[in-house]
Nanobody, 115 residues
Framework: QVQLVESGGGLVQAGGSLRLSCAAS????????MGWYRQAPGKQRDLVAF???????NYADSVKGRFTISRDNAKNTSYLQMNSLKPEDTGVYYC?????????WGQGTQVTVSS
């Protein structure tokens, strides 16, 4: 079982930046994926970005060039640096962890971008 604790959400004006963090603890296999999903009101939860334990990354087209995902394997922590934020980036951001043991989700952190 992996526990995830997120931090870093908040309210920001369009064009601003936020950095989300997700710390994982528990039974962590060395080969894993960490990522972020977001869910806007009334919409499904969609992938924003993920990073493998080897450092490979993948981004949703809507955030390419604006968001950067990274991780510190020694701390079992992933980060999502969000720049040039837009109102459509508003939503609850969920941290995600996947390994051969299964999938874990964080509790979610609200990101609100005002126009």
């Amino acid at each position: 079982q992996v526990q995830l604790v997120e931090s870093g959400g908040g309210l920001v004006q369009a064009g601003g930046s936020l950095r989300l963090s997700c710390a994982a603890s528990g039974s962590i296999f060395s080969i894993n994926y960490m990522g972020w999903y977001r869910q806007a009101p009334g919409k499904q939860r969609d992938l924003v970005a993920f990073i493998t334990s080897g450092g490979s990354t993948n981004y949703a087209d809507s955030v390419k060039g604006r968001f950067t995902i990274s991780r510190d394997n020694a701390k079992n922590t992933s980060y999502l640096q969000m720049n040039s934020l837009k109102p459509e980036d508003t939503g609850v951001y969920y941290c995600y962890f996947r390994s051969r043991a299964g999938v874990s989700w964080g509790q979610g952190t609200q990101v609100t971008v005002s126009s």
